[in-house]
């Protein structure tokens, strides 16, 4: 019997405390609550990634303030999770929705420039597919986070 992310994540909630680093893949995360609480238990993590877990929202919790590296590939983001305005640690996003150019990407706006990566004084890199970062975003990057290295893929 195959176990459901909630119940993988609900097994994780007692050692929250001590985890350091999160990587789930190929799983549903589509209205789980478990991983919300999660967020709010975890308050060590520095590296988390959620690649191709359906997920549309990033829950907010204290588990983003230390977190230094964050992949987010082939969910469902219809924007840059807001609650990332608290990762001032984070040095590395990575991020890109669809693995298909079906599946709809996205896209950075200036918005999620000027809302969310202006106010993350540690990133040093961001890395996406070229078609994310339309020029407006590219030049509001630009001018926001100069420091910032932005590797775009063209795949």
Known sequence: MRNSPDQLLAAIVPQAPALTALHMAHCSLAGSHTLAALAQATTRLRSLVLNFCNAAALPAGPYLQGLEELT??????????????????????VFHNGSHDWQSPLVLSVADVDNVLAHLPALRKLTTKARCVPEPARERLAAALPQLQVVLINK
């Open 72 to 93: 987010l590939l082939g969910n469902r983001f219809p924007s840059l999770p807001p609650a990332l305005v608290v990762a001032g640690s984070l040095t590395r996003l």
